[in-house]
């Protein structure tokens, strides 16, 4: 199983910014995601992108706001998320799904295989 490392979590007031990192050790081929799970609720998709990179979506509740994208190697996905609000604050888990379509993004939890620890994000009012 290919370990999924994620960083860029942490502690920011409303309306400022974090990027998180999700690195796939060893593997170029699959479609990524990130999710988020607050307490009590939960776990919901945030952004989604496929294989190729050519292809995104992100949720309603984000839109605008943030944007997923990955490196030119395709072992890491960004979620760079500015205009953070305090319903942001959750926990925020990558997945990856391999083997995928070229083209195309996933959107539910169901359609990857490959998830990583969760890193928190905290947004202060």
């Known amino acids: 199983q290919v370990q999924l490392t994620e960083s860029g979590g942490g502690l920011v007031q409303a309306g400022g910014s974090l990027r998180l990192s999700c690195e796939a050790s060893?593997?170029?081929?699959?479609?990524m995601g990130w999710f988020r799970q607050a307490p009590g609720k939960e776990r919901e998709f945030v952004a989604g992108?496929?294989?190729?990179?050519?292809?995104?979506g992100v949720a309603d509740s984000v839109k605008g706001r943030f944007t997923i994208s990955k490196n030119n190697a395709k072992t890491t996905a960004y979620l760079q998320m500015n205009r953070l609000k305090p319903e942001d604050t959750a926990v925020y888990y990558c997945?990856?799904?391999?083997?995928?379509?070229?083209?195309?993004?996933?959107?539910?939890?169901?359609?990857?295989?490959?998830w990583g620890q969760g890193t928190q994000v905290t947004v202060s009012s």
């Open positions: 997945a990856d799904r391999s083997p995928s379509e070229y083209y195309t993004t996933y959107y539910t939890a169901g359609d990857y295989g490959n």
């Open positions: 060893g593997r170029t081929f699959a479609a």
């Open positions: 992108i496929s294989w190729s990179g050519a292809s995104t």
